[in-house]
């Protein structure tokens, strides 16, 4: 079938007045086929924006009847192309931006029922009305769904103290892919009934369902937060200081970032206001938060902890911020970077984990094997010290090809990353982008299980296709 028919089926399968309100075709739906940074831009027969979940089952049934992919998205933030469709004859969109809704907020349980298309940020404000927090953060938040959150298992900056997306979570509502509910929006806090099934969806990229709503765990919001920004001779007192932050600040540590001196030119590059707030020339800086409630006086632990690593020689300049409107401007460094290395143009952008005792001697090899075999070219490091993640980012040099360029650099620091034991995905995921990396490493029963798992919950392959691993509709061997 042409996509014209494929179309004009599609409407039929809906019903016209469904087909009316939800479905977009045309030039309407490039945003919809594009990923974050503009690397990529494919299409879809149509993108499809359903407003309760009885659209979705419809949707999905619809799809499964003619034979079709479905993509879920969220946000359109996701950094490995999982929610970008890559056949655009066979695939649908499906946003759930419609479906935004906080069904409910339990300030006593401190727990929240809200659905997949909330934004996280709109999630969070909401949540600080009612003194309750939900604490995934990071740079996406103003634009990323909860939905898109769940399927990635996201991390941020918070997991040191709060764990990742999957830690934040009571309860799931999902739509199957034959279009059954899947009701498992639990507000109980232990719960050993067997296999937790909530689990399975979490982190799977949309390839076994679509999440409609959830349950979220809260905390009480933080009343005190306190940032600090300190300039370190090198990654290794990074480490160190954050051994004794672990300690020094017990469970106040809320967030603990490392990054290059580019850091700053990269962030102004994206954001020419933003202002100098110490020497900028340091080998290395850390980003640093401590937060907390009620009598615990957390700005004076700050003080202490940032004495205390002057003694110890282990900072040699730094900046504790006096309000939140400084701490948002030392904030946006790091978040700055990122658009700054967008403004760059095509670049390596890697998502790795190492045991933390390694993190230090598998940056300086990786960064000196890449620089070895690609002259030229920039290392941009950065990430979560205290969850091992680092963000090895490579900046092609100029008038050579860059895609080239990309898959050298890529190849080097994965054989470096393997010798560490680290994984190719802290946080990221999967998508499309690195299936083929996943699946190279693939042990043989691992790849068996997570097939036998897909064919189980999706025998007909609708969800996601090409996303995480390749299944088809091939019985396995
Ligand atoms: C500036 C920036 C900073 C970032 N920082 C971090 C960070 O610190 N930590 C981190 O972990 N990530 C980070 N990310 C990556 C990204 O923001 C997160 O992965 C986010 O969780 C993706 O949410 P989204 O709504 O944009 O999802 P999308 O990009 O729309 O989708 C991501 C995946 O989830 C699936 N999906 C989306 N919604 C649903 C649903 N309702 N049901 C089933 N499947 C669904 C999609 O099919 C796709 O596979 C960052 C991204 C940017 C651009």
């Not at 004859?89 to 298309?117: C, H, P």
Request: contains cysteine; negative net charge.
């Amino acid at each position: 079938m042409d996509t014209d028919s494929t179309l004009h089926a599609l409407c039929a399968a809906l019903g016209s007045d469904m087909a009316t309100d939800i479905l977009l075709s045309g030039p309407d739906i490039d945003a919809y086929c594009r990923d974050w940074h503009g690397d990529v831009q494919t299409g879809a027969i149509a993108v499809l924006r359903p407003r309760d979940r009885e659209q979705v089952a419809a949707c999905l049934r619809a799809a499964a009847r003619l034979g079709l992919g479905v993509v879920p998205q969220g946000g359109r933030t996701g950094l490995a192309l999982g929610a970008v469709p890559d056949a655009p004859a066979k695939q649908l969109v499906l946003s759930l931006e419609r479906m935004n809704r906080i069904r409910r907020i339990d300030a006593y349980d401190f727990t929240a029922e809200v659905e997949a298309g909330a934004v996280l940020q709109t999630i969070k404000d909401q949540l600080a009305e009612a003194g309750l927090f939900f604490p995934l953060a990071l740079g996406a938040q103003g634009s990323c769904q909860l939905g898109g959150n769940l399927s990635t298992n996201a991390g941020g900056v918070n997991v040191l103290r709060y764990g990742m997306t999957r830690d934040l979570v009571l309860g799931l509502e999902v739509v199957l892919p034959d279009g059954q509910m899947l009701d498992l929006l639990s507000r109980l806090r232990k719960d050993n009934r067997g296999i937790d099934l909530k689990q399975l969806f979490i982190g799977a990229e949309g390839t076994l369902g679509v999440i409609t709503a959830a349950t979220l765990k809260l905390c009480p919001l933080p009343e005190q937060n306190v940032t600090a920004l300190l300039a370190l001779d090198r990654l290794e007192d990074a480490i160190t200081l954050f051994r004794h932050a672990r300690r020094q600040c017990c469970d106040l540590l809320s967030a603990f970032e490392f990054m290059p001196p580019l850091a700053f030119t990269l962030a102004r590059e994206a954001m020419p206001d933003l202002p100098t707030a110490m020497d900028e020339t340091a080998p290395a800086y850390v980003l640093m938060e401590l937060s907390g409630s009620g009598l615990v006086d957390v700005a004076r632990l700050m003080e202490r902890f940032v004495e205390l690593a002057f003694v110890e020689g282990l900072v040699r300049d730094g900046v504790v911020a006096q309000s939140q409107a400084q701490a948002k401007t030392l904030w946006r460094v790091r978040d700055g970077m990122n658009d700054g290395q967008a403004k760059r143009g095509r670049h390596l952008r890697t998502d790795l984990s190492v045991p933390l005792s390694a993190m230090a001697d598998f940056v300086a090899e990786a960064e000196a094997a890449v620089t070895a075999a690609l002259p030229g070219v920039v290392c941009v490091s950065y990430g979560h010290v205290g969850d091992g993640n680092v963000h090895l980012n490579v900046l092609p040099a100029v008038g050579r090809d860059a895609e080239e360029q990309i898959a050298q650099a890529k190849k080097v620091i994965h054989d470096v990353l393997y010798r560490f034991g680290g994984s190719i995905s802290a946080e990221h995921g999967i998508g499309r982008l690195k299936r083929d990396d996943f699946e190279k490493e693939l042990p043989q029963p691992k790849r068996a299980i997570l097939e036998s798992i897909k064919r189980a919950i999706d025998p007909g392959l609708v969800m996601n296709p090409n996303c995480q691993i390749c299944v088809t509709d091939q019985p396995a061997p």
